[in-house]
């Protein structure tokens, strides 16, 4: 499945998160969020990634914008990563690629000459009206939630 493009409406999804609750795109309905897909808990990229999102979390709640960052790690690797590092925002976990998959981010990849299948870092901003509003594909990791 391609990436979504502006425009289209967000797949809804219900995802687990690393501080004992559940995340559900539908009950956001009426204000944009921001959803933040990351490789994989404690690589340096997405340690980076993650942190510059956290420090920007209050700028976001002024404008009353929730961020959550999803990626394929389960509920007790997130705890784990997040306690690490006192991230602001929480960490959905989608080991069953429920939300990776319908926003097109799972594909094949290569690094060091090796083919394994893994998460496209992207960001997606939902609208208020459940469409998607950006994408923001991350070209460098740093810099990559101030693009948002």
């Not at 939300?99 to 690094?111: D, M, Q, R, T, V």
């Amino acid at each position: 499945m391609a990436m979504l493009e502006t425009g289209v409406p967000a797949p809804d999804f219900t995802l687990s998160d690393d501080r004992g609750r559940s995340f559900s795109l539908k009950r956001h309905r009426g204000r944009p969020v921001v959803l933040s897909f990351y490789c994989e808990d404690d690589s340096g990229g997405c340690v980076t990634e993650n942190q510059e999102f956290s420090a920007l979390a209050p700028e976001f709640a002024k404008l009353h914008i929730p961020v959550v960052a999803i990626s394929p790690q389960d509920v007790a690797s997130h705890k784990k990563f997040s306690a690490k590092y006192g991230f602001a925002h929480p960490l959905l976990a989608d080991p069953e690629r429920q939300a990776i998959e319908p926003y097109g981010l799972w594909e094949k990849k290569k690094l060091w000459g090796h083919e394994f299948m893994g998460v496209l870092r992207v960001t997606y901003l939902v609208g208020a009206d459940g469409r998607i509003a950006g994408v923001f594909k991350a070209s460098r990791i740093k810099g990559h939630a101030q693009k948002d």
